[in-house]
């Protein structure tokens, strides 16, 4: 069971700006960094934004990542159909002997 | 360019124990620790473990403790991951990733194509 919350779903037609939440704690979010990853079906996840808001070379500017407090969010702007996938939030979790830990995923879908 | 590629598919029986591989080429082997993750089919993302290739020193998720035991083989850089007295609920896809630049952190950018384990009576 994720300690990292996330809304099992989104939509937005395309060009649209899609919005997704990362809830979290204070060993968790509160005290790390915070990773986005997309997984398109049937394939490996992909890093979208590392140390809260960094993007790897040759991911789109149209993707954003914040963090504030214990909750972040992974934002996409002119969505894309090609944007369709899952999202996942992760991130360490001082807790529990340096463990990392998932969000609980949040399935895009471009309407 | 740096790579990772797993071993094949596997079929195991409830308690039997399942061994995976994943060997990294492209790269210093001992410069980044490599994670496993694992997706049961239909769900989320769970991470179970992570290996410092350089001096063998690993960390494991809780709920594998006693279960999972990661190793590695510098000669061929080669990452293990075993996972014993396996169960149904162990029926997933099993990935090796690594965060190949110093300033991702812990951010894996490089992933294996990853292995399917069913177990199955």
């Known amino acids: 069971q994720s300690v990292l919350t996330q809304p099992p779903s989104a939509s937005g037609t395309p060009g649209q700006r899609v919005t997704i939440s990362c809830s979290g704690s204070?060993?968790?979010?509160?005290?790390?960094?915070v990773y986005w990853y997309q997984q398109l079906p049937g394939t490996a996840p992909k890093l979208l934004i590392y140390?809260?808001?960094q993007r790897p070379s040759g991911v789109p500017d149209r993707f954003s990542g914040s963090k504030s407090g214990t909750s972040a969010s992974l934002a996409i702007s002119g969505l894309r159909s090609e944007d369709e996938a899952d999202y996942y939030c992760?991130?360490?979790?001082?807790?529990?002997?340096?463990?990392?830990?998932f969000g609980t995923g949040t399935k895009v879908t471009v309407l | 360019q740096v790579q990772l590629v797993q071993s094949g598919a596997e079929v195991k029986k409830p308690g039997a124990s399942v061994k995976v591989s994943c060997k990294a080429s492209?790269?210093?082997?001992?410069?980044?620790?490599m994670h496993w993750v694992r997706q049961a089919p239909g769900q989320g993302l769970e991470w179970m473990g992570i290996?410092?290739?350089?001096?063998?020193?690993?960390s494991y998720a809780q709920k594998f403790q006693g279960r999972v035991t990661m190793t590695r083989d510098t000669s061929t850089s080669t990452v293990y991951m075993e996972l014993s007295s396996l169960r149904s609920e162990d029926t997933a896809v099993y990935y090796c990733a690594i965060a190949a630049r110093p300033d991702y952190y812990y951010g894996m950018d490089v992933w294996g194509q990853g292995t399917t384990v069913t177990v199955s009576s």
């Open positions: 492209g790269y210093t082997f001992t410069s980044y620790y």
């Open positions: 290996i410092n290739p350089s001096g063998g020193s690993t």
């Open positions: 140390r809260n808001n």
């Open positions: 204070s060993s968790n979010i509160g005290s790390n960094y």
């Open positions: 992760a991130a360490w979790d001082d807790s529990l002997s340096g463990l990392y830990v």
